[in-house]
């Protein structure tokens, strides 16, 4: 079975700062890995998605994030945090093997305050 | 490009109703998922239905069911409200055969007394 670990359910930066949320991984096949953000009282918006091509995966809003398999991770990161940046962070796999049925598996989440 | 729209917004349900929920997809996407997220929590895949069958069902009971249209819209069913039934329901679109992402909606806030 997959799972996804989110360490931290809090993170605070400053503005101006770099932003780095941790994920790490479980699946016994490659997996696709997707991180999304949601705003209060939201839906969830895709940020960012690996699906086997480049380790390095560039998103929306400055976004990007690392595959690293030796390490079982998809860690998320920005060079420098904006106040619009603060939201409820989900890291999420997919099985490629379940073509077809392609259900998300999510962490807890992780919640990102800007600090002036 | 019309996003993934559900509706209702909010909702009140007492415990032992029933409620329906509705999904209208992302324009050419033919595959609709449902996900439970409880407060302070990440969404629990519910089921997924693709040409109008379920294809695939989280950890979640019978009194829990779908319906795809031709449309590719979709309801989602609960029978015997209970208190822990309160969260955000959320749907989200994806294409079967394509890019593997799913596009969420708005969500819809159910809260059980």
């Known amino acids: 079975a997959q799972s996804v670990t989110q360490l931290g359910s809090h993170v605070s930066v400053s503005e101006g700062a770099l932003v780095l949320l941790r994920c790490n991984y479980s699946?016994?096949?490659?997996?696709?890995l997707f991180w999304y953000v949601q705003y209060p009282n939201q839906g969830l918006q895709l940020l960012l998605k690996?699906?086997?091509?480049?380790?390095l995966v560039k998103g929306i809003n400055g976004f990007e994030a690392e595959f690293k398999k030796s390490e079982t991770s998809f860690h998320l990161t920005k060079p420098s945090a904006h106040m619009s940046d603060a939201a409820e962070y989900f890291c999420?796999?997919?099985?490629?093997?379940?073509?077809?049925?392609?259900?998300?598996?999510f962490g807890t989440g992780t919640r990102l305050t800007i600090i002036p | 490009e019309t996003g993934v729209t559900q509706s209702p917004t909010h909702l009140i349900k007492t415990r032992g109703q029933q409620v329906t929920l509705r999904c209208s997809s992302q324009?050419?996407?033919?595959?609709v998922s449902w996900y439970q997220q409880a407060l302070g929590q990440g969404p629990q895949f519910i089921f997924q239905?693709?040409?109008?069958?379920?294809?695939g069902r989280g950890n979640f009971p019978p009194r829990f069911s779908g319906l795809q249209f031709p449309n590719y819209s979709s309801e989602l069913n609960v029978n015997a409200l209970e208190l822990d039934d309160s969260a955000l329901y959320l749907c989200?679109?994806?294409?079967?055969?394509?890019?593997?992402?799913?596009?969420f909606g708005p969500g819809t806030r159910l809260t059980v007394t």
């Open positions: 989200a679109s994806s294409i079967r055969g394509g890019r593997p992402e799913q596009y």
């Open positions: 699946s016994s096949v490659p997996p696709y």
């Open positions: 690996y699906t086997s091509a480049a380790t």
């Open positions: 999420a796999v997919s099985d490629l093997r379940n073509f077809g049925n392609e259900k998300l598996t």
């Open positions: 324009s050419g996407h033919n595959t």
């Open positions: 239905y693709y040409r109008e069958e379920e294809n």
